[in-house]
């Protein structure tokens, strides 16, 4: 539909129909005002939440390389070792997609 538009010549005759015009741009102003306020809300939580995501990943990385097998016998079984290596690279894999995450976090702030 549209707002109504407000022309300066019409100021000057402060008519009903103008002072209804605008209200509506009034109106309009403040839900616009009330919609960016809580876009800003919503991406500062987002943001938080990002940073939490982040430092989750971050323990959880460490925590897959960190991983050990307590083995029977004095070696480990290939099965232990394609494992534990698998579990490292996953780790590794992790960390990369983090650090470009943080890297656009970045670019975006």
């Given at each position: 539909?549209?707002?109504?538009?407000?022309?300066?010549?019409?100021?000057?005759?402060?008519?009903?129909?103008?002072?209804?015009?605008?209200?509506?741009?009034?109106?309009?102003?403040?839900?616009?005002?009330?919609?960016?306020?809580?876009?800003?809300?919503?991406?500062?939580?987002?943001?938080?939440?990002?940073?939490?995501?982040?430092?989750a990943v971050q323990k959880f990385?460490?925590?897959?390389?960190?991983f050990q097998f307590e083995c029977?016998?004095?070696?480990?079984?290939?099965?232990?070792?394609n494992i534990a290596q698998s579990?490292?690279?996953?780790?590794?894999?992790?960390?990369?997609?983090?650090?470009?995450?943080?890297?656009?976090?970045?670019?975006?702030?």
């Open positions: 539909m549209g707002l109504p538009t407000l022309e300066f010549s019409d100021s000057y005759l402060d008519s009903p129909d103008f002072r209804e015009r605008l209200k509506c741009h009034e109106i309009e102003l403040e839900r616009t005002n009330k919609f960016i306020k809580e876009l800003i809300k919503d991406g500062s939580l987002l943001i938080g939440a990002l940073r939490n995501l982040s430092m990385s460490q925590s897959l390389q960190d029977i016998g004095d070696a480990e079984t290939d099965d232990e070792i579990l490292k690279e996953f780790a590794r894999l992790l960390i990369a997609v983090e650090e470009e995450r943080r890297r656009l976090m970045n670019l975006q702030m």
